[in-house]
C-alpha cells in the first residue's frame, strides 16, 4: 500500500501553507483567549480539533479519492441526514439551529456538507462528460441536488452555508462547459430572481444587507460589528498593535472574534505586513490547489481540486470582505483560521482529498 | 447524447480530450481570478490600515477611552468689601449613559413610576441625545431633591445606567441682588459651542448668557477636569488611564457697593425704572438697578419654559436692563450740556439776563416754558436752578444744532460708555448731518429749540446720564464706567486689575465751576427745582429732567387724571458733595411724573446710603421747600 511515488508527489508546499495557517490561527485564538479567563483556553481546543482533522486527513490521504468520489453520493446522502437531523434534535446556538450534540461535542453538519456536496457534484461531472456543452436538461440532477442539499441548511437558518453551497454549485457551472444559449437566459433568471430573495429573508437578514449598505444606519445592533470590525482593521496600521496589545479584541468590542471576525483581531494585532502574510499563505494554497487539478489526469480529481479550492477561496474571499467592510455580514468562517471544530475537521477532511489527488496525480 | 460514460474513466487523460482543455483552461482563469482576488484584498486593507489609518486609530481609541468631564465651579463674585455675591451650591443630577443601559425603556419606566416624571418625555429627552456618543450621560432630571435621590439609591440595582451625579449650581446669595448686573446662566446653545473652540464647552453646559456673567465668562469658567477610563464593550471600567482636577474659575470682584444697591433696589421697589450710582473719580459703579427685576436664581441650573415664558411676556419687560437699555430724552437735565456749550463757545454771558414771559416765539411757532406764568429776567445761574426753558431756547438758537451736538458728544452722550454689559443702547445726540442722513430733509431751526432743553430727537440711557455727570462732576475727564474691579485666578495667583479709563475733557475750569454752583443751587437755592434732595451737611449739585411721553397739550393737566402710561418720565441726576464728589447718582423712573418730586427722593436715599450711613429718617426739607408750582418743573 505504501508507494515511495505517493510520497514524491505529496504537494508538501500545500501542506505547510496551510499547517502555517493553522498556526497563525492558533497564534491568534491565543491573543483572544488572553481577555477570556473564564473559558477553557479556545486555542487548546482548536489544536485538538487540527490534531483530530489531521487524523482525519492522514486515513484520507492514503486512501484512492477516486474511490472516495465513487461513494460522493452516499457521503452527501449521510451529510444531509444529518443536517435533517439537525433540525429536529439540534442544538439552538444564537437564535439558528446549527448544532448537532456529540456527548461533550457538538457537531455542525452544514460544515460537512459542504465538502459531500463537492464530492456528489464531482461525482456527477465527472462520470457525466460530454464533448457537446451542457443544455439545461443535463443539468436537472445536479440542480435537484442544490435544492435538496439547500433548503435544509436555509430553514436552519444558516445563511453564509446555504450560499456557499450556491457558489459551490455556481463555481462547477465555472468550471463545465455550457451551452451559452442557455447559460446566459438562466443567469439572467437568476440575477432577475435576486430582489424576491429579498422577501424572503429573516429580517435580521435584511437588516445585515442593509447596514452593509450604511453601517451607520444602525450603529449600535446591526451595524455595530461591521463598524467595530473596520475599526479594527484599520487601527492596525503597518505593524499592527501587537501581540496581545490589540484594544478592540481585547476589550472586546470586536464581536464574533473567534469566528467570523479572527482576521479582524489578526489584522488588529499584526497589522498590513501580517495581513500580507496570510493572504500570501493562502494564495499559496489556492494556486497549488488549482496547480493539482490542472494536473490531475483524471475527471474525478480535476473536478474536485478545482471546486474546493476554488470553495476554500470563496470562504477566504467572502469572510475577509466581511471584516473589512465590503462584504455583508454572513456567518463565513475563515478556513483554518477561524476557530470551530467542525469547520476545521470538515476542512481537513477536504485538504485531505486534495493532497491525496496530488499524490496521485499520474493516475 | 452521447456520453463518454462507456470509456473507462479512471485513465481518461484529461488533457486528450475537449472537455479535459476546457477545464484546464477555466483552472487557469480561476488562478488569474484569485490573484486579483489576493491583490484587491491587499488594496483595500492598504487602504484602510495605512491611508485611512488615522482615522481608525483615533476611532478605536475613542472607543476603549471614556472621558467623564467634571464640571468646574465657576467662579465667586465678590464685592471689594469681600461680600460673597455669587456662589456655587451642589446639586444632584440624575443621569443615564445610554451605552451602559441595555434596557433603556425598561429604565425608564422605573424611573418614572418611581419619581413620577411622564415617561414619554423622559425617551424624548434619551432620543433628543442620538448622534452624541452613547457614553455621555442623558440628563433626566437636574436638582434631584433628597427624597428622590435616596429613592433612585435604594433601587439602584434595577437601573442599570442609572446615575447621580454632583454639579455645581449658580447661587446668587443676596437674592434679587443686581440681577441686571450679574445677567444670568444658561443652557449654550448652537452658535455659542460653534463660537468657542473644541473640548471648551459641551452641550448641555451652562454659559453666561447675561450682564457680568456673559461678559466674564472666560475668567468665571474655570477648566472642567476629566476622568480618562479604559472600558471594555460593556462599560465596564479597566483601568483609569489619567485623571485630571478641574480648575475653579477665577473669582470676580465687582464695583458694586452692597450698602448702596440695597439702597437702591429699596428705593426701586413698585417703581418702573433704573439708577445707576457711580464714583466720578474712577468710574466704579456703586450701584446699577433696573425695575422691575428678575430672580437670577431661577437661571442657576436653567431655566425651565413656564418661568421662562413668563418673564419673556410681562408688559413690564423685567429682563430688560434699563439702566444700559432705556433710550429716552432727557428733558431739562440735557439744559446743562447747553449750558456749558453756550459758556465754551461765548454765545451768551452768564450774567446776560433774558426775559420769561413763559413762552418764546420762533416764526409762528409758540414753545412755552413749562412755567405758565414765566421765570421773569433770568440769568444763566437762575435758569438752570429753576430749569428757565425760554432761557435755553434762546441759547439754543444762538448755539445752532451742531455744536449742541459736539459738547453732548464731548461728554459722550449719543455713544456707548463701554461698561462690561451687553446690549447696551448707544442713545442718540441729532446733528444736522444726521437728520440730512437719516430723513433727507433740512434741519428745522425750530428743532433745536426742543434739544436744547432735551426734548425732540435727543435720547440717552440713564447710564449715560450718570458718565455725563461724573464728566461734571470731574471737571476734566470722564470715566469708562466699570462694574469689575478685578478677577482673582487661584491656580496661578494672577490677578487681572481693571484701571480707571479716562477720556479727557477739554472743557475749561471756569464753565466746570459755574455749572457745579448753579447744580448746588438747583437743590440748595430755594427756588431750585430739586430743593426735597437737600441732606443736611452735604452739598449736593443735581438737575431735574422730564421726558414727555405725551405732549402736555392733549393731555389734562391736572397731574392726578394722567393714566400711568401717559405720565413723563422723570430724571434726576446728581453728585455730592460738589466740592469733591464722591458718587454720581442717576434716576430714571417711567412714567414717574416730574423729575424733582418723584426721581429726586430715590437719589438723595442712594446719597445719603453712601456718604452719611445709615441712613437718617430726618423730615422732608420742606421749611426750604419754595411753593409747588416752583418744584415743578416741566
Not at chain 2, 444632584?92 to 445610554?98: A, E, R, T, V
Request: hydrophobic share 45%; proline share 5%; aromatic share 12%.
Amino acid at each position: 500500500m505504501f508507494d515511495r511515488k505517493l510520497i514524491s508527489h505529496f504537494d508538501f508546499t500545500l501542506f505547510f501553507a496551510v499547517m502555517l495557517i493553522c498556526a497563525l490561527g492558533i497564534l491568534n485564538l491565543c491573543s483572544i483567549c488572553s481577555s477570556e479567563e473564564n473559558i477553557a483556553p479556545l486555542y487548546y481546543k482548536q489544536i485538538s480539533w487540527i490534531l483530530i482533522g489531521l487524523f482525519f486527513l492522514l486515513i484520507i490521504i492514503n486512501i484512492n479519492y477516486v474511490t472516495i468520489i465513487r461513494y460522493g453520493y452516499y457521503f452527501h446522502a449521510v451529510a444531509l441526514f444529518l443536517v435533517l437531523l439537525v433540525l429536529f434534535i439540534g442544538k439552538t446556538k444564537l437564535g439558528s439551529q446549527r448544532w448537532l450534540a456529540l456527548g461533550p461535542l457538538s457537531l455542525q453538519p452544514s460544515e460537512l456538507i459542504k465538502i459531500t456536496f463537492m464530492l456528489a457534484l464531482s461525482k456527477f461531472f465527472a462520470e457525466n462528460l460530454s464533448h457537446r456543452p451542457y443544455n439545461l436538461q443535463d443539468l436537472v440532477a445536479p440542480l435537484l441536488l442544490l435544492l435538496i442539499t439547500f433548503f435544509p441548511i436555509y430553514v436552519q437558518p444558516d445563511l453564509g452555508t446555504a450560499g456557499i453551497i450556491c457558489l459551490i454549485f455556481f463555481s462547477y457551472l465555472f468550471f463545465i462547459n455550457i451551452n451559452k444559449k442557455m447559460f446566459y437566459p438562466f443567469l439572467g433568471l437568476c440575477l432577475a430572481s435576486l430582489p424576491c430573495v429579498w422577501f424572503v429573508l429573516k429580517d435580521y437578514q435584511k437588516q445585515r444587507i442593509l447596514v452593509f449598505l450604511d453601517p451607520d444606519l444602525d450603529p449600535l445592533h446591526a451595524g455595530y460589528q461591521l463598524i467595530q470590525s473596520k475599526i479594527a482593521v484599520g487601527s492596525g496600521g503597518f505593524f499592527g498593535k501587537g501581540f496581545k496589545m490589540g484594544t478592540q479584541s481585547q476589550l472586546r468590542f470586536l464581536p464574533e472574534q473567534h469566528t467570523d471576525f479572527v482576521f479582524s483581531v489578526w489584522s488588529e494585532e499584526w497589522g498590513l505586513a501580517g495581513c500580507c502574510l496570510v493572504v500570501f499563505l493562502y494564495f499559496i494554497f489556492f494556486y497549488r490547489g488549482m496547480r493539482i487539478s490542472y494536473n490531475c489526469k483524471n475527471f474525478y480529481g480535476s473536478y474536485f481540486a478545482a471546486s474546493i479550492s476554488f470553495f476554500f477561496f470563496m470562504q477566504f474571499l467572502i469572510n475577509i470582505c466581511m471584516t473589512i467592510g465590503l462584504f455583508p455580514v454572513v456567518g463565513v468562517t475563515l478556513p483554518f483560521f477561524s476557530y470551530g471544530g467542525s469547520s476545521v475537521i470538515s476542512c481537513m477532511v477536504g485538504l485531505g482529498i486534495l493532497l491525496s489527488i496530488s499524490m496521485r496525480i499520474s493516475k | 447524447m452521447m456520453l463518454l460514460q462507456t470509456m473507462n474513466i479512471d485513465i481518461v487523460d484529461i488533457s486528450d480530450n475537449l472537455v479535459g482543455k476546457f477545464l484546464n483552461n477555466r483552472v487557469r482563469i480561476a488562478v488569474i481570478l484569485m490573484l486579483f482576488a489576493c491583490c484587491f484584498i491587499v488594496a483595500r486593507l492598504y487602504y484602510l490600515q495605512i491611508l485611512k489609518g488615522g482615522k481608525y486609530v483615533e476611532l478605536s481609541t475613542n472607543n476603549r477611552i471614556r472621558v467623564t468631564t467634571i464640571a468646574a465651579p465657576r467662579g465667586f463674585v465678590f464685592s471689594q468689601k469681600k461680600e460673597v455675591l455669587a456662589s456655587n451650591n451642589p446639586s444632584f443630577d440624575l443621569n443615564l449613559i445610554p451605552q451602559d443601559t441595555p434596557d433603556v425603556d425598561g429604565v425608564l419606566e422605573k424611573i418614572s413610576t418611581l419619581l413620577g416624571l411622564d415617561k414619554q418625555s423622559l425617551k424624548k429627552r434619551v432620543a433628543g441625545q442620538r448622534g452624541r456618543p452613547p457614553f455621555e450621560p442623558v440628563t433626566l432630571k437636574k436638582e434631584l431633591p433628597w427624597e428622590e435621590m435616596s429613592l433612585v439609591l435604594t433601587n439602584k440595582m434595577d437601573l442599570h445606567g442609572i446615575s447621580i451625579d454632583v454639579q455645581p449650581k449658580r447661587y446668587y446669595s443676596q437674592g434679587f441682588f443686581a440681577t441686571h448686573a450679574f445677567g444670568f446662566l444658561g443652557e449654550i446653545d448652537r452658535n455659542e459651542l460653534a463660537k468657542y473652540p473644541q473640548g471648551i464647552y459641551r452641550q448641555g453646559d451652562l454659559i453666561g448668557k447675561f450682564g457680568l456673567e456673559k461678559w466674564g465668562e472666560q475668567y468665571l469658567r474655570g477648566q472642567k477636569g476629566g476622568v480618562q477610563t479604559e472600558v471594555d464593550a460593556y462599560g465596564n471600567r479597566q483601568k483609569v488611564l489619567a485623571e485630571i482636577d478641574p480648575t475653579v474659575g477665577c473669582n470676580m470682584v465687582v464695583t458694586l457697593d452692597v450698602r448702596v444697591q440695597r439702597v437702591v433696589e429699596e428705593q426701586l421697589k413698585d417703581k418702573v425704572g433704573a439708577v445707576v450710582a457711580m464714583n466720578p473719580a474712577t468710574g466704579e459703579i456703586l450701584a446699577l438697578a433696573s425695575s422691575p427685576a428678575f430672580n437670577a436664581n431661577l437661571f442657576a441650573r436653567g431655566i425651565d419654559y413656564a418661568e421662562w415664558n413668563k418673564l419673556t411676556t410681562d408688559p413690564l419687560h423685567p429682563l430688560l436692563n434699563r439702566a444700559i437699555q432705556t433710550q429716552q430724552p432727557p428733558g431739562s437735565v440735557f439744559k446743562i450740556i447747553t449750558a456749558i456749550a453756550a459758556l465754551e463757545e461765548k454765545v451768551i454771558d452768564p450774567s446776560e439776563r433774558i426775559f420769561c414771559p413763559g413762552y418764546y416765539n420762533l416764526g409762528n411757532t409758540t414753545f412755552r416754558c413749562w412755567k405758565k406764568g414765566g421765570h421773569g429776567s433770568v440769568n444763566m445761574h437762575e435758569a438752570i436752578v429753576r430749569s428757565c426753558d425760554t432761557y435755553f431756547y434762546t441759547v439754543g438758537q444762538r448755539l445752532g444744532v451742531d455744536r449742541i451736538h459736539k459738547y453732548a458728544t464731548m461728554f459722550g452722550l449719543g455713544e456707548k460708555t463701554g461698561i462690561e454689559l451687553e446690549g447696551e443702547k448707544s442713545g442718540l445726540i441729532p446733528s444736522e448731518a444726521w437728520k440730512k442722513k437719516k430723513y433727507g430733509v433740512v434741519w428745522q431751526k425750530g428743532e433745536t429749540t426742543s434739544i436744547a432743553v432735551g426734548q425732540g430727537y435727543i435720547q440717552t440711557t440713564p447710564l449715560q446720564i450718570a458718565t455725563f455727570f461724573c464728566g461734571v462732576a470731574n471737571g476734566s475727564f470722564i470715566p469708562r464706567p466699570r462694574l469689575v474691579h478685578e478677577v482673582d485666578c487661584d491656580i496661578n495667583n494672577e490677578k487681572v486689575f481693571f484701571q480707571t479709563e479716562k477720556r479727557d475733557l477739554p472743557v475749561s475750569p471756569k464753565t466746570i465751576a459755574f455749572i457745579k454752583e448753579a447744580l448746588m443751587g438747583v437743590v440748595h437755592d430755594p427756588t431750585g427745582t430739586a430743593t426735597k434732595v437737600r441732606i443736611d451737611g452735604l452739598t449736593i449739585g443735581g438737575k431735574t429732567g422730564t421726558a414727555q411721553v405725551v405732549s402736555r397739550r392733549f393731555v389734562a393737566s391736572k397731574e392726578e387724571d394722567i393714566p400711568w402710561q401717559y405720565k413723563d418720565h422723570a430724571w434726576f441726576v446728581c453728585m455730592a458733595p460738589v466740592e469733591k464728589p464722591e458718587i454720581v447718582v442717576s434716576v430714571f423712573l417711567e412714567h414717574g411724573g416730574h423729575g424733582g418730586s418723584a426721581a429726586g427722593p430715590v437719589a438723595r436715599a442712594v446719597v445719603a446710603a453712601y456718604l452719611k450711613p445709615p441712613l437718617q429718617k430726618t423730615p422732608e426739607p420742606s421749611s426750604h421747600a419754595a411753593p409747588d408750582d416752583e418744584t415743578e418743573e416741566d
